[in-house]
């Protein structure tokens, strides 16, 4: 299965070992992981963890989040793209979550919607998904008015130990008619 997508600006691809330094520059920033309910790691191995992890969704999911290239500089600035949710989060297990997380300096270019555009092209495309969901913390304002621009509906919320979230929910027939 090809999971690379390129956009005018990114490349999405499978995340690599050796992308660790970035991720950890990612997951150790508290700004980063203010609304994500777990605190900013502390040690690379943890970041390396990560990479093993989503590298396994890969494997056994046929999908998983992508690691976000700018190919102006050539560097990781975050991820992006889908996963399937295995555990289940609000009533909803196996289904495909679109999500994405970015350096600071990427904040306010844009990349969320033309990464998370990309992603759901291939969701509902390549994927044949007939819904996607996803979710934001209540109080996560960018990230909430991104999902909404990408075409979500909020369908409801749910608790999380760090608050509240909003689930969102969008459907095939609904993403075709935009």
């Not at 960018?142 to 130990?161: V, Y």
Request: glycine share 8%; proline share 2%; net charge negative.
């Amino acid at each position: 299965m090809n999971m690379k997508i390129e956009t005018k600006r990114l490349i999405l691809r499978k995340l690599e070992d050796t992308d660790v330094d970035r991720m950890f520059l990612l997951d150790s920033n508290p700004e980063v992981m203010k609304y994500i309910g777990i605190p900013a790691l502390t040690d690379i191995k943890e970041s390396e963890n990560v990479i093993k992890m989503i590298q396994k969704q890969y494997e056994e999911n046929g999908v998983g989040r992508l690691g976000v290239v700018e190919k102006e500089s050539g560097l990781l600035i975050g991820w992006s793209g889908l996963k399937l949710l295995t555990l289940e989060t609000n009533g909803y297990k196996n289904v495909l979550e679109l999500g994405y997380r970015f350096l600071p300096e990427s904040w306010g270019k844009g990349y969320a919607m033309e990464s998370g555009t990309a992603s759901l092209e291939y969701g509902f495309n390549d994927l044949n998904a007939e819904v996607i969901y996803a979710y934001a913390h209540s109080e996560h304002d960018a990230s909430n008015h991104i999902l909404r621009k990408l075409g979500f509906e909020k369908t409801g919320e749910f608790e999380e130990p760090d608050g509240t979230c909003f689930w969102y929910e969008l459907k095939r027939e609904k993403y075709n008619k935009k």
